[in-house]
T-cell receptor, first 114, second 115 residues
Framework: AQSVTQPDIHITVSEGASLELRCNYS??????LFWYVQSPGQGLQLLLK??????LVQGIKGFEAEFKRSQSSFNLRKPSVHWSDAAEYFC????????????FGRGTSLIVHP | EAGVAQSPRYKIIEKRQSVAFWCNPI?????LYWYQQILGQGPKLLIQ????????DSQLPKDRFSAERLKGVDSTLKIQPAKLEDSAVYLC?????????????FGPGTRLTVL
């Protein structure tokens, strides 16, 4: 079965600093990969997804993620963090060739200092 | 376009009581999902409906949880009787259909506390 690991429970950055959230997956083939954001009291919102093709994926709100097959990773990045980016971020994996339903990691809480 | 609606937003009950959650998906979305999100974890799929039929309920604890989507639109999730470990946020999501990729849209969730 596929699984996804987010090794960082919390990440703290200063506003304007760059951000990288780590995600590693376990799956035999190339999975579908997702990043979601969850603001307090709100549902999850899809930031970006990777199915195939260009391994650098652009998403909404200035986020991007890079799929690295050799490292089984799909890290999320943003060059300059805004205070409004403070939220919970979830990496998720879905089975290629079949289910698009994501299996979620445990999440990384992003704290932004002014 | 209205999003996925859920009610209530918060519910506090005592163990062994019953509780029900309601979800109204985005208009025209054939597929509806219920997720359980325990504090400190990612959401876990409980059940998936395609119109009014169940596609996947393999992770639904059927001894106490039930869900229905009788007219293929809104849905209810019930827990009877509740246990302490059922304390979680219950998220509803919908998508156009599960065939080709269609983005899931999530509601704000119902936070359940079981005392």
């Amino acid at each position: 079965a596929q699984s996804v690991t987010q090794p960082d429970i919390h990440i703290t950055v200063s506003e304007g600093a760059s951000l990288e959230l780590r995600c590693n997956y376990s799956y035999g083939a190339t999975p579908y990969l997702f990043w979601y954001v969850q603001s307090p009291g709100q549902g999850l919102q899809l930031l970006l997804k990777y199915f195939s093709g260009d391994t650098l994926v652009q998403g909404i709100k200035g986020f991007e993620a890079e799929f690295k097959r050799s490292q089984s990773s799909f890290n999320l990045r943003k060059p300059s963090v805004h205070w409004s980016d403070a939220a919970e971020y979830f990496c998720a994996v879905g089975l290629s060739g079949g289910s698009y339903i994501p299996t979620f990691g445990r999440g990384t809480s992003l704290i932004v200092h002014p | 376009e209205a999003g996925v609606a859920q009610s209530p937003r918060y519910k506090i009950i005592e163990k062994r009581q019953s509780v029900a959650f309601w979800c109204n998906p985005i208009s025209g979305h054939a597929t509806l999902y219920w997720y359980q999100q325990i504090l400190g974890q990612g959401p876990k799929l409980l059940i998936q409906f395609q119109n009014n039929g169940v596609v996947d309920d393999s992770q639904l604890p059927k001894d106490r949880f039930s869900a229905e989507r009788l007219k293929g639109v809104d849905s209810t999730l019930k827990i009877q009787p509740a246990k302490l470990e059922d304390s979680a946020v219950y998220l509803c999501a919908s998508s156009m259909d599960p065939g080709d990729y269609n983005e899931q849209f999530f509601g704000p969730g119902t936070r359940l506390t079981v005392l």
